[in-house]
């Protein structure tokens, strides 16, 4: 594999380069802003070739990063795959009840492990087939069946997207890892839009997300100023941002909500760190349901070892997944997940993809 490294004053131009030099079949490896002169910038992309299929012509079209998933193999038997992903977790629940056994700590503690141990029972449960319903209480309500046919990933369908969370779950960053793709690797007419004019600097942060993908960007002063940006319905993609608030601060969901109504096509999707608590996530998808959330965005991989609750919360909030953020690096990581991914994401986090 080749890697070659180009400059453009944009991140458009930077692509363009990569394609007329690489073709199509180039990947994207990083992306940078470099430094020209005192006052300068500019775009610094690392793009890789394979040696191999660039001796043999130009091949399919390879997909995005973001799209390309681990499909399982069809001819291989459904119980094998299963096993395979059931095995490690029957190993880490003897592991948690030994130590549930062993510990003299705290209650605390064992109350964490025996938490853990029935998040990791009822994933198990999901998996069996034949097996009957469980049910899990919801914060908002009784409880809830945790049916088999309920969807784990589903993708977006929509054209305006709007982004919703907790301050510092990465809805800026996660909306510029969306708009390059779209914009730079599928050709698609983008619009940026932010609310967020609560938080110190973030007016500064998607404008420089913007300038940098060569998308326009409208700031929205509230709610009620989303239907005249909205009113021109030329683009293919709109990416709405909005301000993190506190958990106390429900007048500003709220107002969205009484807005959301006279803005029909939005597809609202709830950003979730990935350390987040099954609690949490709960209070979270409870205190944005006056938006009717259609999608959850669980972002920074990265950050935690494995993230149970990938599998768990779609089930319990009955809200699927569409995508996931595995860095801070724009475009590429970020993805759409398999049912298989989401599970191998669950239970063994990252790890598989630091080895290979």
């Known amino acids: ?50 040696d191999v299929e660039d001796a043999r012509g130009p091949g399919p079209q390879p997909l995005p990063r973001a799209e390309t998933q681990r499909e399982p193999v069809q001819q291989r038997p459904v119980a094998d795959d299963l096993e395979k992903i059931i095995a490690p977790l029957r190993s880490e629940m003897r592991s948690l009840r030994a130590l549930v056994r062993a510990s003299d700590g705290g209650a ?35 409880a809830a069946p945790l049916a088999r046919e309920a969807p784990l990933v589903r993708p977006s369908h929509g054209k305006i997207l709007m982004l919703v969370g907790p301050t510092g779950a990465g809805k800026t960053t996660t909306i510029a890892k969306l708009a390059a793709n779209a914009a730079l690797v599928e050709g698609k007419r983008v619009q940026l839009v932010t609310l967020d004019n609560y938080r110190i600097g973030g007016i500064e942060q998607i404008r420089m997300f913007a300038d940098l993908i060569g998308v326009p960007l409208a700031i929205a002063e509230g709610p009620h100023a989303l239907a005249a940006i ?36 939005i597809e609202v999707h709830v950003v979730i760190p990935a350390a987040a608590s099954a609690a949490a996530i709960d209070e979270l998808v409870a205190r944005y349901r006056p938006l009717a959330p259609a999608r959850l965005l669980f972002t920074k991989l990265d950050e935690v070892e494995r993230t149970p609750e ?19 690096a724009v475009p590429e990581d970020i993805e759409q997940p398999t049912r298989n991914r989401i599970h191998e994401l669950a239970t063994t986090g990252l790890t598989h993809d630091k080895a290979a």
């Open 310 to 328: 990938l599998a768990l919360a779609p089930l319990r909030t009955r809200i699927a997944i569409t995508w996931v953020t595995t860095g801070q």
């Open 230 to 265: 909205l009113a021109d319905g030329s683009y293919d993609l709109t990416l709405i941002d909005t301000a993190g608030r506190s958990p106390r601060d429900v007048g500003s969901v709220e107002e969205l909500a009484a807005e959301l109504p006279q803005l029909p096509g």
């Open 1 to 50: 594999m080749r890697i070659h490294k180009f400059e453009g004053a944009t991140m458009r131009d930077a692509i363009a380069k990569v394609k007329a030099e690489l073709g199509d079949q180039a990947v994207i490896i990083s992306t940078r802003q470099v430094r020209r002169g005192l006052l300068g910038s500019a775009i610094e992309i690392s793009a890789a070739i394979d």
């Open 108 to 142: 605390r503690a064992t109350s964490e492990m025996k938490s853990e141990i029935e998040q990791l029972r009822r994933l198990l449960e999901t998996m069996r087939p034949g097996q009957a319903p469980a049910t899990s209480p919801s914060p908002s309500g009784p």
